[in-house]
C-alpha cells in the first residue's frame, strides 16, 4: 500500500492552474499556427521562426527563462502523457540524464549550422525537424517523469537555458509539475542560480557543461560568419557551414578549460557567467543589426530593412547597450537566489 505524503511547497490555485493552461492553449496555437506556416507558406513560417521568435529566445532565457518553460509549446506536448495519467512515470539516474545532456549539447551543435544550408531556407524542413522533436518528446513523455528526459534531458535548447539563465530576474509559478517527484537531481527549473555545472555527479554532466560554457561563445562568433543558402551539392559544401563555427567552438572551449583549472571555486560561478555574457552578447551583436537591414550577409536573419532610414552608428549603439545590459545583468548583479519556476510540493511515495 502506498500512500502520499505532501511537504510544503508552492501549490498553485485552481484559478491560477485555469490561467495557466489558457496561457499554455494560447502559446501552444500559436506554435502550430508557426509549424503550418512553416508547412503550407513557408516564407511567412520561416520569418515568423527564425527571425522572430528564435532571436528574442536568448534574451528570455536570460531574464525569465522560467516563462519560457511554463509554456513552451513543444513543452505542452511532451508533457501530455504525464498530464493525462499515460506516462509510466520512470525515473532516469543521473548519468542517463547526464548522457542525455551530452546528447542535447552535440545535438545543439550539429543541428545550428545546418540552418545555414538547409532550415533557414527550408520551411518543410524547418517544420519536419520540430515534428521530429516533438515525437521524440513525447514518446519519452510516456515513458518518464515529468520534465526528466525532454525538458530537462535530450532538448537541444536546455543547455542554453542553463547557461544563460543563471539570475532570472524572479521565480515564476510551476505550471507543469503537480508535485514535485525529483525527478531531476539538481532541478534545473527549480534551483537557484542554477548554471551547466551545477549537476557534476557524473563525468558526462561535466562534459555537457564546459562544452556549453566554454564552447558557446566561439560557436555563435563562427555562427554568424557563414553565409546562408549553402547548397549542399558534395562533402565539402557541407563541413563548410561546420568549419568556422567549431573552429570558434574549440578555441573558447580551451580558453574556458584553461582559465577554469586555474580559477579558485569561488570565482568559478563569476568565470561561468563571464562566458554566458559572451555568448549571449555575441548573439545580438550580429543579430540585432541583422534583423533590421545591417547584416553582414545581405538578407540573412532579416525582419525589416530599416538600412534606408536609420543611421549607421545605430549598430555600434545597439552592441553597446546590449552588451552592456547582458554584462551588469549577468555578471555584476549579485546572485539573487531565484530559480526559474517555484517548486511545487514534494510527493513522496512511502512503500
Ligand atoms: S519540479 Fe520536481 S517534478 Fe518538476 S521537473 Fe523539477 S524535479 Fe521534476
Not at 103 to 118: C, E, G, K, N, Y
Not at 170 to 197: E, H, K, R, Y
Request: glycine share 6%; charged share 10%; hydrophobic share 50%.
Amino acid at each position: 500500500m502506498s500512500s502520499i505524503i505532501f511537504k510544503s511547497g508552492a501549490q498553485l490555485s485552481k484559478k491560477s492552474i485555469t490561467i495557466w493552461r489558457i496561457v499554455q492553449l494560447a502559446v501552444w496555437l500559436v506554435g502550430a499556427g508557426i509549424l503550418t506556416c512553416l508547412l503550407l507558406f513557408p516564407h511567412l513560417g520561416l520569418l515568423l521562426f527564425w527571425n522572430l521568435l528564435i532571436p528574442i529566445a536568448p534574451f528570455l532565457f536570460v531574464v525569465a527563462v522560467g516563462i519560457w518553460r511554463n509554456v513552451c509549446p513543444l513543452a505542452t506536448t511532451n508533457l501530455l502523457p504525464r498530464h493525462l495519467g499515460l506516462s509510466k512515470r520512470k525515473k532516469l539516474t543521473a548519468k542517463q540524464i547526464g548522457i542525455f545532456n551530452v546528447i542535447a549539447t552535440f545535438a545543439l551543435f550539429i543541428i545550428v549550422p545546418l540552418r545555414h544550408s538547409l532550415f533557414n531556407n527550408n520551411g518543410l524542413a524547418t517544420g519536419i525537424m520540430i515534428i521530429i522533436m516533438a515525437t521524440i518528446g513525447v514518446t519519452l513523455g510516456f515513458f518518464y517523469e515529468w520534465k526528466s528526459a525532454w525538458c530537462s534531458g535530450l532538448c537541444p535548447v536546455h543547455p542554453v537555458e542553463k547557461l544563460y539563465g543563471g539570475n532570472v530576474f524572479m521565480s515564476m509559478p510551476n505550471a507543469n509539475c503537480d508535485n514535485c517527484m525529483n525527478c531531476v537531481i539538481p532541478c534545473p527549473d527549480s534551483t537557484p542560480n542554477i548554471n551547466p555545472l551545477s549537476a557534476h555527479k557524473t563525468e558526462y554532466n561535466v562534459l555537457s557543461g564546459i562544452m556549453i560554457i566554454g564552447g558557446l561563445p566561439g560557436f555563435i562568433w563562427g555562427w554568424f560568419h557563414v553565409p546562408d543558402a549553402i547548397a549542399i551539392e558534395n562533402i565539402e559544401s557541407f563541413l563548410s557551414v561546420y568549419y568556422i563555427p567549431m573552429v570558434g567552438l574549440a578555441i573558447t572551449a580551451i580558453v574556458y578549460f584553461n582559465i577554469d583549472r586555474v580559477t579558485k571555486v569561488e570565482n568559478k560561478r563569476k568565470l561561468i557567467s563571464l562566458f554566458a555574457t559572451a555568448g549571449v552578447s555575441c548573439y545580438y551583436w550580429y543579430r540585432l543589426p541583422a534583423w533590421i537591414g545591417f547584416g553582414s550577409f545581405q538578407d540573412d536573419g532579416l525582419l525589416i530593412d530599416l538600412s534606408a532610414s536609420l543611421p549607421i552608428w545605430i549598430v555600434p549603439a545597439m552592441r553597446v547597450v546590449t552588451t552592456s545590459f547582458f554584462f551588469y545583468w549577468l555578471v555584476l548583479r549579485k546572485p539573487n537566489k531565484q530559480s526559474w519556476v517555484i517548486r511545487p510540493a514534494f510527493a513522496k511515495k512511502l512503500a
